[in-house]
C-alpha cells in the first residue's frame, strides 16, 4: 500500500543525518520513485493520511514532487493539509515551500503553453 511504502521512505529520510548529503538525496530519491508510480494515492495520502512530521520532511521535496505531478489538485491538497498542521507550517515555513511549489507548476505550466 502507498501509505505504507511512503511512510517508510520519509522514515529512512527521517533518520539519515542532514550533513551526510548522498544519504539525503538517496533516501529522497527513493520516496520520488514512489511517488511516480502512485501520483493520485499520493495526492490521498498527503490530504487524509500525512502526519504532521510527515508533512515537514516532504516539504524539502515539494518542488521534485511537482515536477512528477504537476497538478494544481497537488497544490490544493498541500494548502489544505497546511491548514492542518498550522504550527509545523509556521515553524518549519512550510507556506514558502508551498507557494515555491506552485510558481514553480506555473513555470512548468507556462512551458507547455508555449511549445
Not at 97 to 113: P, Q, T
Amino acid at each position: 500500500m502507498i501509505t505504507d511504502e511512503l511512510r517508510k521512505g520519509i522514515d529512512q529520510r527521517a533518520t539519515v543525518d542532514d550533513e551526510w548529503d548522498y544519504g539525503v538525496q538517496q533516501s529522497w530519491k527513493n520516496v520520488l520513485n514512489i511517488i511516480s508510480d502512485n501520483a493520485n494515492d499520493v495526492i490521498e495520502f498527503i490530504e487524509n493520511d500525512c502526519t504532521a512530521d510527515e508533512f515537514s520532511w516532504l516539504s524539502e521535496i515539494f518542488n521534485e514532487i511537482i515536477d512528477i505531478i504537476p497538478s494544481q489538485r497537488l497544490i490544493e491538497a498541500l494548502r489544505k493539509t497546511a491548514g492542518k498542521y498550522p504550527e509545523e507550517v509556521q515553524k518549519y515555513n512550510i507556506e514558502a515551500c508551498i507557494d515555491e511549489a506552485e510558481g514553480h507548476l506555473n513555470f512548468i505550466l507556462s512551458k507547455v503553453d508555449s511549445e
